[in-house]
């Protein structure tokens, strides 16, 4: 079925285009690609100029508050240029899911810094042997006196060497949940993945009683996860 794009929509197409046509040819894509990173900080800011960072974040929380129309024109140019950078992970699944957990405190101190693009983010909710979410997370989170704790391992986790900030899928004693986890946490491992494509780098996350915040409700991450996907 095809389906028309409205004055505006082509605006941003076309908007998009002009730029990654001159910030992500091929020789920048593969520069980036050999690159640990992976990304251009310069070219992520300008993003957050253009206001595509915070495409699904309300306005409220300093996004623009689209659908999913538009940031589905955004991300096909991105495609097309095959552009290198976190944008699935912190400015479309990270965002996502706040929106889906409903904590208040994480989307007043996350989502307006995704949208300005002063915070790389990505969720971990993937464990070895399936890219896909598992049902009842092998990683465990246990709960002591004064915070969380989580062990397991969590694979093709996006952007992995550049996040700033981890979503973690685990298992609690009331269902499963997402957890905060901060890439200088004790207890945390970050292994880079080895990928036929390497514009979307990807790494491991091995946690031995690392410290996490939970974030939103012990039974919920399930929900949200599904819903962010």
């Not at 993945?193 to 919920?220: C, M, W, Y």
Request: a negative charge; aromatic letters at 4%.
């Amino acid at each position: 079925m095809s389906v028309a794009l409205t004055p505006e929509q082509s605006d941003l197409r076309e908007a998009v285009a002009d730029l990654l046509e001159k910030r992500s040819p091929e020789t920048e894509v593969r520069r980036l690609m050999a690159d640990e990173g992976g990304y251009d900080p310069a070219l992520w800011s300008e993003l957050a100029a253009m206001g595509l960072l915070g495409l699904v974040i309300p306005e409220t929380f300093g996004g623009s508050g689209a659908g999913a129309a538009e940031l589905a024109v955004v991300c096909e140019q991105m495609g097309r240029a095959l552009l290198c950078a976190p944008y699935l992970s912190t400015a479309v699944l990270s965002a996502n899911l706040l929106l889906a957990l409903g904590d208040t405190a994480e989307q007043n101190d996350v989502l307006p810094r995704i949208a300005a693009g002063g915070l790389i983010t990505s969720v971990a909710f993937a464990e070895p042997g399936s890219a896909r979410p598992a049902e009842v997370p092998l990683t465990v989170a246990a709960r002591n006196a004064d915070d969380w704790r989580l062990t397991g391992t969590k694979a093709y986790v996006l952007d992995a060497a550049v996040a700033q900030r981890f979503y973690v899928h685990a298992r609690t004693e009331a269902g499963t949940a997402m957890f905060a986890v901060d890439p200088t946490a004790p207890g945390l491992d970050i292994s880079p993945s080895s990928t036929v494509d390497q514009t979307r780098k990807q790494g491991t996350l091995t946690l031995a009683d690392t410290p996490a915040r939970l974030i939103g409700s012990a039974d919920a991450g399930g929900s949200a996860l599904a819903e962010a996907l």
